[in-house]
């Protein structure tokens, strides 16, 4: 075939070798066999890092992107736009970008000039929120989307409802590799003369193998020479948080089963030269995957092509392959069923062989050389769409059409701020004050935080440490006695109070909610619910309008996860009436307000009206949140335009002056979060540049014009006084700004990942 007109240059995104990983082994592949079935198309790589000092890529590796770097994918997009790429590959999956479902690479394809050919590796039935909104927007950008199976074809269309005429259906790649006895292999790995099952790639829970380890008594039985050779190592991401966990529970099952002398475990990422060695030898190839919801398999693609007897559960990819006698369906989780495929084949060596000739004979139509060729025809396609429908090149940004630049998330002053116990309470300008102890307040913060960052991808062993130690301390200031939080505790461990105040509370069952809600956290997770759920109870019985205000935010996080959990949802209905009721008691034309008096943490409450409003689907409620939170940003803004909260020096009572001094980092850090609450309650951008003009305030656009943000240790100072920057750096003000920056972060990263970023 000869190579496509107007494309010379085609770079590949995604996942690369020597990265050990399903999607780096396709896009080496592919990209090898596009370069050698047209040699004049220059082929190039941009792989995503999963750590900090990358890969020891080859040549045509010529630009890095790192995975949770949101810049870095920008850089990228001006690098393929600089160099002239005609094409862009995308081998997508959800997990190997960074930001929430993987939406960093949005910003990136955003930027692009030239046509995105995208290969969908995965596609959900049942997506969540995120993920579907990530699947719209990828489906947007990409001129032509690639699908491996019939499957993969109708949920695109069905459940995303895709341009039918924007598919392509390219089956999964495999090695050309001639049809053999698989005798002729088994020399080299010492079974000759034995049956051999193998099951290859990497090993994780989701695999089933442990299904066809309890097969293998029966097989032996009948057939007592056989061999299940198990081959690949541990997932990276299993063996980075759960170590050989999976893999040990393996071999003990083996040997319980008294099978051990029968199983091979091959712990290591194989070659492809070897890998083909491996499928030859084996007699049937075993796929006992645990779900249906696998779209593509890379292993069963390449043990079906090569001509293996396969065995497998019916994963949509296995029912679409296994068909007209070229494979058996068992169903899932069934051992005995496993077994009695399996000796069926064995038994009948007719039968079996049969099956490999129909499956090698399909298998012709997915050998990498026919593959190119069909990626070069989606290539050329795209390249005619893409021009049909005049796509015009990214705009170079003037300055107030560019999001403003955020500070770095430098965490040393937090690490410098806790030890084993907790986090300090107070510093003595940048040092930790002993004298002054812990406090539940800052550890909740503390460990909200860390839960922020580790979202946003800003994980290191240091930060989960902390964020055990946060817990831990939560843990122990939960009296069960009580069923309340105390909050004071001494340098030398001892509480100084029985009962913590109720915004004590508010804080923990909101640090706790959140940690609840977030998916992956193993043991933090189950130690938040049992605290969330002892020490919610009494919640109905705050009359602060502060403690409503966070416990409500805890709420809803936790009723992410626990949806239906009655008494959770009561407790929500009667604080958000009774927030509604102190509104309608202290409220006047001109006094838009909850209380008396504007005092501390106060954009706190418009914030729990818009999100439990927006939650509940209650437009009386987001109404009131946002009209109280516009009244408060009107009257905490100065006359030259920044951010002026109201003084910690009195306050603002009803009638009287309003406090200009002590300004405190929490009304700056409060309000952001609200107003960023605000803008995904409406999409009104108004929000976002109030939330920026907040956040500017800890960078010195403030009634003093310096900077509370000290770039120099990562803390932020104190407060804001009327002639000077109070110098001491405690944990509440640094807390303050770190969770401002990481909620502009992440807000800063949806904007681009998802829409052009309006004028601020």
């Not at 920008?74 to 002239?84: E, G, K, P, Q, V």
């Not at 539940?440 to 290191?460: C, E, F, P, Q």
Request: a negative charge; aromatic letters at 10%; hydrophobic letters at 40%.
């Amino acid at each position: 075939m000869q190579q496509p007109p107007d494309i010379r240059k085609v770079a590949f995104l995604g996942d690369y070798l020597p990265r050990k990983c399903g999607i780096a082994t396709f896009t080496t592949d592919l990209r090898c066999a596009v370069a050698k079935e047209f040699p004049e198309l220059q082929c190039l790589v941009v792989p995503v890092n999963d750590r900090a000092d990358g890969y020891d890529y080859p040549t045509e590796v010529r630009f890095e992107i790192a995975e949770q770097d949101l810049p870095s994918y920008l850089r990228a997009a001006d690098f393929l736009n600089i160099t002239d790429v005609d094409v862009v590959c995308v081998e997508h999956e959800f997990g190997i970008f960074g930001g929430p479902a993987g939406s960093h690479v949005l910003a990136l394809l955003r930027e692009l000039n030239m046509p995105i050919v995208t290969t969908l590796h995965t596609i959900l039935r049942d997506p969540n929120p995120e993920q579907r909104r990530v699947m719209r927007e990828l489906l947007r950008r990409s001129t032509r989307l690639v699908v491996m199976s019939e499957r993969g074809r109708e949920f695109l269309r069905d459940i995303y409802q895709a341009p039918e005429n924007k598919i392509d259906l390219i089956p999964h790649g495999i090695p050309d590799m001639p049809f053999a006895d698989p005798n002729y292999f088994k020399d080299e790995f010492g079974v000759a003369g034995k049956q051999v099952l193998l099951t290859f790639g990497l090993l994780s829970p989701n695999k089933g193998i442990e299904f066809a380890l309890r097969a293998l008594p029966e097989i032996i039985k009948e057939f007592p020479n056989v061999v299940y050779i198990v081959l690949g190592q541990t997932h990276p991401n299993l063996l980075r948080d759960e170590g050989e966990a999976y893999r040990l529970s393996l071999e003990r099952l083996a040997k319980d089963l008294g099978v051990q002398k029968n199983v091979v475990f091959f712990n290591r990422f194989v070659e492809l030269e070897e890998l083909m060695r491996f499928i030859g030898a084996a007699d049937i190839y075993l796929t006992p995957y645990l779900t249906e919801s696998q779209i593509t398999s890379g292993t069963l693609a390449y043990a079906f092509g090569a001509g293996n007897a396969v065995v497998s559960t019916p994963y949509w990819h296995a029912a679409e392959l296994l068909t007209a006698e070229r494979g058996k369906l068992v169903p899932f989780r069934d051992a005995k069923a496993i077994a009695v495929a399996v000796v069926e084949l064995l038994r009948d060596e007719p039968l079996r062989h049969s099956m490999r000739k129909n499956a090698y004979k399909m298998g012709r139509e997915m050998i990498w050389s026919r593959v190119a060729q069909l990626y070069a025809k989606s290539f050329e396609q795209a390249r005619k769409d893409h021009s049909f429908v005049g796509r015009k090149s990214s705009p170079i940004k003037t300055l107030d059409e560019q999001p403003g630049q955020l500070p770095e998330m430098k965490l040393d002053h937090l690490f410098r701020m806790s030890d084993s116990t907790g986090i300090f309470q107070h510093a003595s300008f940048t040092v930790p004050n002993f004298s002054e102890g812990y406090c539940t307040d800052d550890n909740a913060r503390a460990l909200v935080l860390a839960l922020m960052l580790k979202k946003l991808g800003h994980d290191s062993p240091q930060l989960g440490a902390k964020a055990a130690t946060y817990a831990a301390f939560l843990n122990h200031a939960f009296d069960p006695k009580s069923g309340r939080f105390r909050n004071f505790m001494s340098f030398d461990r001892r509480w100084l109070e029985e009962v913590g105040s109720e915004d004590c509370q508010g804080h923990a069952l909101w640090a706790l909610g959140l940690c609840v809600s977030q998916v992956g956290q193993g043991s933090f997770q189950m130690l938040a619910a049992q605290l969330f759920e002892q020490a919610l109870p009494v919640a109905a019985e705050f009359s602060s309008p502060r403690a409503w205000a966070f416990t409500l935010i805890g709420i809803d996080e936790y009723l992410r996860r626990f949806g239906g959990d009655r008494r959770a949802s009561q407790i929500r209905e009667s604080l958000t009436a009774k927030l509604m009721q102190r509104y309608a008691d202290a409220a006047t034309d001109d006094w838009h307000w909850f209380e008396e008096v504007v005092s501390y943490a106060n954009a706190k409450l418009p914030h729990a009206m818009i999100l439990n409003g927006r939650c509940l689907n209650d437009g009386t409620m987001l109404e009131l949140g946002l009209k109280t939170l516009r009244w408060l940003i009107k009257i905490q803004t100065s006359d030259a335009g920044s951010f002026r909260p109201v003084g910690s020096n009195g306050f603002f009572p009803r009638g009287k002056e309003r406090a200009i001094f002590d300004q405190q980092p929490i009304e700056a850090q409060v309000t952001i979060s609200a107003c960023i609450e605000a803008y995904h309650a409406t999409g009104d951008m108004f929000w976002v540049a109030e939330a920026r003009r907040a956040f500017e305030w800890f960078l010195g656009r403030n009634d003093l014009g310096l900077a509370l943000y000290d770039s120099t240790t990562g803390g932020c100072r104190d407060g804001l006084h009327m002639d000077r920057l109070s110098q001491n750096q405690g944990a509440e003000s640094t807390l303050a700004f770190l969770l401002s920056l990481a909620e502009m972060q992440a807000l800063h990263n949806s904007l681009t990942s998802f829409k052009e970023t309006p004028a601020e």
